[in-house]
């Protein structure tokens, strides 16, 4: 007998800090299908082909977030996550 625990790696998630973007979905869900697609984490324009965000991005935008200077680490431009 096998179990599955209902998770997909398409996966939404929430981020809770006064140093993000508030009340900002970057993203969204296909209809079709329920699952979610990604977005540019530089402008957090939906991008509907791109079916997940990858570590790098959400790293970078938590690290931009916190004011840490990401140049020359390889890692995106996410300034979408950060508050203005």
């Known amino acids: ?3 599955s625990s209902g998770h997909d790696l398409n996966n939404g998630f929430l981020m809770l800090s006064p140093m993000l973007k ?3 979905v970057l ?3 296909d209809p079709l299908t329920g699952l979610t697609y990604g977005f540019d984490p ?3 324009a939906p991008e ?3 079916m997940t965000t990858n570590e790098p991005d959400i790293f970078s935008g938590i690290l931009t977030a916190m004011g840490v200077d990401t140049s020359g680490s390889g890692l995106p ?3 979408a996550f950060v508050r203005t």
């Open 77 to 79: 431009d996410a300034s």
């Open 27 to 29: 993203g969204g869900m």
């Open 22 to 24: 508030g009340n900002t």
């Open 1 to 3: 007998m096998e179990f």
């Open 42 to 44: 530089r402008t957090g």
């Open 48 to 50: 509907p082909g791109k």
